[in-house]
């Protein structure tokens, strides 16, 4: 299993953008596809976005399709997801997760993750 470090949560202004940035260790980080999870407070935990292992397809949640966009650098094993035009029901904690081994880019089901960073707290206010 790899380990994942998540970072560039914050408090952004609707409208606004982020970075999120995930650090992966393990030398398998090139075969594995990657994806973007978060959860509101008190709700369950949602897919937002996945990456395949080449970074060649993506594929995106119906309500950030279009303002997200993820991205991933195999040399530096880093996964990243670029967040334009917040909305407030965008807030939550951001999880970066572990797929399938040479998987396509798909929905991704929280059950079938590998393994999940410690998450960072994205806040965006009206």
């Known amino acids: 299993q790899m380990q994942l470090v998540e970072s560039g949560g914050g408090l952004v202004q609707a409208g606004g953008s982020l970075r999120l940035s995930c650090a992966a260790s393990g030398r398998t980080f090139s075969s594995y596809t990657m994806g973007w999870f978060r959860q509101p407070l008190g709700k369950e935990r949602e897919f937002v976005a996945a990456?395949?292992?080449?970074?060649?397809?993506?594929y995106y949640a119906d309500s950030v399709k279009g303002r997200f966009t993820i991205s991933r650098d195999n040399a530096k094993r880093t996964v990243y997801l670029q967040m334009n035009s917040l909305k407030p029901e965008d807030t939550g904690v951001y999880y970066c997760?572990?797929?399938?081994?040479?998987?396509?880019?798909?929905?991704?089901?929280?059950?079938?993750?590998?393994?999940w960073g410690q998450g960072t707290q994205v806040t965006v206010s009206s």
């Open positions: 990456i395949d292992w080449s970074g060649g397809s993506t």
């Open positions: 997760a572990q797929g399938g081994l040479y998987s396509v880019a798909g929905y991704l089901s929280p059950m079938s993750i590998r393994s």
